[in-house]
């Protein structure tokens, strides 16, 4: 079975830093793109970032550009978030999201596989 595993989340004080990590198991992913979205208290998922196969094109939120890095390691079959320069507002529960497609696009949406996540807690 597929399983996306996230891992390195935690409490930081704003302004710190936090690198996530996503190991997928079960099937490669090395052809597809990855994502990382968010899901905030009271509020409705949230994409954050996206990555293609080859980790040459990424997407951005507009809340996150400059601050985050999306990047991968299909040797590993994982995919990473770089959080820099964090804010309260980046508080929510971060799941890592893999296209059961290949050699499609990194993009906002139709993402099939989800982990469980990781909560990110930013304190002021």
């Known amino acids: 079975q597929v399983q996306l595993v996230e891992s390195g989340g935690g409490l930081v004080q704003a302004g710190g830093s936090l690198r996530l990590s996503c190991a997928a198991s079960?099937?490669?992913?090395?052809?597809?793109?990855m994502a990382w979205f968010r899901q905030a208290p009271g509020k409705e998922r949230e994409f954050v970032a996206a990555?293609?196969?080859?980790?040459?094109?990424?997407v951005y939120a507009d809340s996150v550009k400059g601050r985050f890095t999306i990047s991968r390691d299909n040797a590993k079959n994982t995919v990473y978030l770089q959080m820099n320069s964090l804010k309260p507002e980046d508080t929510a529960v971060y799941y890592c999201?893999?296209?059961?497609?290949?050699?499609?696009?990194?993009?906002?949406?139709?993402?099939?596989?989800w982990g469980q996540g990781t909560q990110v807690t930013v304190s002021s």
């Open positions: 079960g099937r490669t992913f090395s052809s597809n793109p």
């Open positions: 990555i293609n196969w080859s980790g040459g094109n990424t």
């Open positions: 999201a893999a296209d059961g497609d290949p050699w499609t696009t990194a993009r906002r949406t139709g993402y099939d596989y």
